[in-house]
């Protein structure tokens, strides 16, 4: 099965939303069997392009600590969908096994229903106390470059936004200043439970391309970015695209299902009786 096994993992590098339309057609135990052999960042390539209802099922066959690998790599967005449609229970143990860090993203964003402020807030945005000397807020934007956007925001040491400047600002600042003293105080900040139609006709968007996001306590959730409001646009308009399907399947296709059918026919073989019935093609979920 070695070189079944190959060959889905080449499928699944090479056309992941082909290979989430596999798993999609399969028993929910054979596609845990194959997601479980699998190193969590292919896995999760497939996974992000299953629907999520499916994705739950599937994920619930699967090691807590496999789900917790999966959930890790997923965009932010797509494992709080997932989450939302796991019960109750299922849905805490996940949230438990996750590193502190991330599950407690989460459990913000699973706090707002989806189109709120709340929910659309980046929180992998780099925030710093207050107190800290701007020269080792230079250091942190240097090691967390991934997370600086064009501002840096400030926040008191229960994480309420106080404040905020841009990185110019924070570059011409003295090293010895805290950031309290070189941040601009007055700043807009959007209620975590902005409605979409609020969100979309803020007039902030007219000076800024991010709006800070905080809670009914003033506790910084993160950002939303421009061009999400606009991507929010498109689709209230109806002119979001359905993307077309990969031109190299034409090609490679062929040999890539059969291999992949071979291998799950595989874990079929193995697993047997263990799995559940096969889902039929009208099935609702």
Do not use: C
Not at 209 to 233: K, M, N, W, Y
Not at 267 to 275: I, W
């Amino acid at each position: 099965m070695s070189a079944e096994l190959d060959l889905a993992r080449q499928f699944i590098e090479d056309h992941p939303a082909d290979a989430a339309s596999v798993l999609e057609q399969v028993t929910f135990g054979e596609a845990a069997a194959l997601l479980a052999l699998l190193d969590p960042s292919l896995a999760s390539r497939a996974v992000g392009r299953i629907s999520a209802t499916l994705a739950v099922e599937s994920l619930k066959l699967m090691d807590n600590a496999q789900v917790a690998g999966l959930l890790e790599r997923l965009p932010l967005d797509y494992a709080a969908r997932m989450l939302r449609r796991a019960d109750t229970d299922t849905r805490e143990v996940w949230l438990n096994t996750l590193p502190a860090e991330r599950g407690e993203m989460l459990r913000r964003k699973l706090r707002f229903p989806p189109g709120t402020a709340g929910y659309l807030a980046d929180p992998l945005v780099l925030s710093l106390p207050q107190d800290m000397l701007v020269s080792e807020a230079e250091k942190h934007m240097h090691r967390s470059a991934e997370r600086a956007y064009y501002y840096i925001y400030v926040v008191d040491r229960e994480q309420r936004l106080v404040g905020a400047l841009d990185i110019r600002e924070l570059m011409q600042a003295q090293g010895k200043q805290p950031l309290s003293e070189v941040m601009r105080r007055e700043l807009v900040r959007l209620p975590a439970n902005t409605d979409i139609m609020t969100l979309l006709t803020h007039p902030g968007w007219r000076d800024l391309d991010a709006l800070p996001v905080v809670d009914t306590e003033g506790v910084f959730f993160g950002i939303v970015r421009h061009r999400t409001v606009r991507q929010l646009s498109q689709n209230l308009g109806g002119q979001a695209e359905v993307e077309p399907v990969v031109s190299a399947l034409v090609n490679l296709g062929e040999l890539y299902w059969t291999g992949m059918a071979a291998f799950l026919a595989g874990v079929s073989a193995t697993g047997g009786a263990a799995l559940p019935p096969r889902r039929s093609s009208a099935a609702k979920y």
